[in-house]
């Protein structure tokens, strides 16, 4: 029986280097730069100026039936739409007067 032990933990080891090697392979083919920005019409502002394209949901309603589908949006550097991680990054600005509420507010739960 170790026999077959060694022969099935060896093509294990080898079936888990070969989807090493294939996983590599994918993650260089997948990284890859955003195409360049081409000059046209902004989707959204309806100004000239250098664009990207943008992939978006569109849902119609007509005469009761619903259509859905991926709608290809071309938008300039104002206009586009923001990457969650470039939302979560802006950290609006506090007045003197909501800090010192703030500072209250923490003062009395302490308390």
């Given at each position: 029986m170790s026999l077959f032990d060694n022969h099935f933990a060896a093509k294990n080891a080898a079936q888990s280097r070969a989807w090493a090697m294939d996983d590599e392979k994918q993650k260089k083919e997948k990284s890859r730069e955003p195409a360049p920005p081409k000059m046209g019409i902004c989707d959204k502002c309806h100004r000239e100026a250098l664009?990207?394209?943008?992939?978006?949901?569109?849902?119609?309603?007509?005469?009761?039936?619903?259509?859905?589908?991926?709608?290809?949006?071309?938008?300039?550097?104002?206009?586009?739409?923001?990457?969650?991680?470039?939302r979560d990054a802006e950290v609006p600005q506090l007045s003197n007067k909501q800090v010192k509420n703030l500072m209250r507010s923490a003062k009395k739960g302490l308390l």
């Open positions: 664009v990207r394209s943008y992939r978006s949901r569109q849902t119609d309603r007509t005469e009761g039936a619903a259509s859905f589908g991926v709608v290809t949006k071309y938008y300039c550097e104002e206009c586009a739409p923001k990457s969650r991680r470039e």
